[in-house]
């Protein structure tokens, strides 16, 4: 049994983490366990910046996006100096064992940490979606609702002029969220890094649908596959219909949390907890076909997740 714990986010920050953190919390305090939140990530660890925290600290922040926490990228943990710091911090303060939320980034660290004999239990935080062994990423699903909000309203003013809108979301690695948004959104094309794409194909479609009498399209782009203003350059030139870029940015990382995502982070921060407490480390919990599932560690940083294939095609025989 663990009688000290501590709880960090880490790398980019997503709608959820805070219910994560919250459940981890306050499931060590009924535990009976010491609980340590570390402040801005691996950054925090190096720089001790961390305290001990009650429940009252992890009140009021369920609703809300970001994370009390705060995150940062950290160079300096990438050293084996800067590890060595960290975890002289973590011993300093009798803290025994650590629950990581963060992306394959983070998760990777905390695969590092684990070999220098501190033991890590892993959430998946990313609005990504791109954590091997798992279904489900915090803050995913309100990332692809709020994308979802945006294409609605793209759409409007689409149909209003006769007009192709090409709309750029995050995923530099992964297609997950922009194929999402774009079956949710019923977007004619979605541009994703994991499948080549043919530009002239994609205008002759566009302006067949266009001369056929098509209003507007919509064409989803994820940020790893290139910049959708030069895409929609492209467009504009190859198609001759009139054509607005939007890239939605860091609005779609932000948000107050969705009920799933709230629901889920809730119940893997307790999971983490109790593991971690138990004697249990070097996994990952996340969900498979709706069930907590708990994934060796280092197979969920070694391995890419791959999109769905199912979900390729059906975005191709909807649009
Ligand atoms: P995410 O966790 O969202 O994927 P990053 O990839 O930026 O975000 O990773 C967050 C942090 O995790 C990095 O700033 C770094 O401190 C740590 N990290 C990432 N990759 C490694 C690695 N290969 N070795 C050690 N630390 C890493
Ligand atoms: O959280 C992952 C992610 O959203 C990527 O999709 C995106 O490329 C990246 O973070 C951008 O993060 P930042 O602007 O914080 O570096």
Known sequence: MLKCIAVMTSGGDSPGMNAAARAVVRTALYEGVEVWGINNGYKGMIEDDMCKLESRHVGDIIQRGGTFLGTARSPEFKTEEGRKTAVENLKKHGIEGLVIIGGDGSLTGGALLSKLGIPIVGLPGTI?????????????????????????????????????????????????????????????FVLVPEVKYNIDQMC???????????????????????????????????????????VLGHIQRGGSPSVEDRIKASMLGEKAALALISGISNVVFGFDAGKVVSIDLNDAVSNQKTLDPELIRLARVLA
């Open 128 to 188: 990504d979606n791109d954590v091997w062994g798992t279904d489900y990423t915090i803050g995913a699903d309100t990332a692809a609702n709020t994308i979802v909000e945006a294409i609605n309203k793209l759409r409007d003013t689409a149909s209003a002029h006769r007009r192709i809108i090409i709309i750029e979301v995050m995923g530099r690695k992964s297609g997950w969220l922009a194929m999402m948004a774009g079956i949710a959104g019923g977007a004619e």
């Open 204 to 246: 002759v479609e566009l302006k067949e649908a266009y001369d056929n009498g098509k209003r507007y399209s919509i064409v989803v782009v994820a940020e790893g596959v290139g910049s959708a203003i030069d895409i929609g350059k492209v467009v504009a030139e190859k198609t001759g219909i009139d054509t607005r870029v939007s």
